[in-house]
């Protein structure tokens, strides 16, 4: 189990930029903040919370996790109708469902506890400024 531990503390080392908010605007804003990982309650943030700097970060690693979820569906579902093969496709659809939620899982918690931490492999990305 610490090996375990030890793979997912490393995975998830990413950039945490917490010490650039205000710790106001993460406090009244961490509920908006834990939305932007529920799927489409991400538009919530996107217009309620405009001017919060925290809110829009989480907001940003949500939209971002939201579009890689739409495009490696759409392209999974189309492989999985291969003949012969798609079989393998339509399980790599469940085990991309499962990571899916386990990065909404992780911005869920980093949201909850007040961080403004990058998502593993997608956090980088910037769409919202």
Known sequence: MADFNEKFNEFNN???????YDQNDIQQNKVMA????LSWLVLVPIFAA???KFARFHANQGIVLA??????WVALGILGNLPFIGWIFSIM????SLV????AVIGIMNAANGKAKELPLLGHF???K
Request: proline content about 3%; glycine content about 4%; some cysteine.
């Open 14 to 20: 990413t950039p945490d930029t917490t010490a650039e």
């Open 34 to 37: 834990i939305l932007a990982y």
């Open 50 to 52: 405009k001017e919060s």
């Open 67 to 72: 579009i890689a979820e739409i495009i490696c």
């Open 93 to 96: 659809d469940g085990m991309f």
């Open 100 to 103: 899916c939620l386990i990065f």
């Open 126 to 128: 910037k769409i919202l």
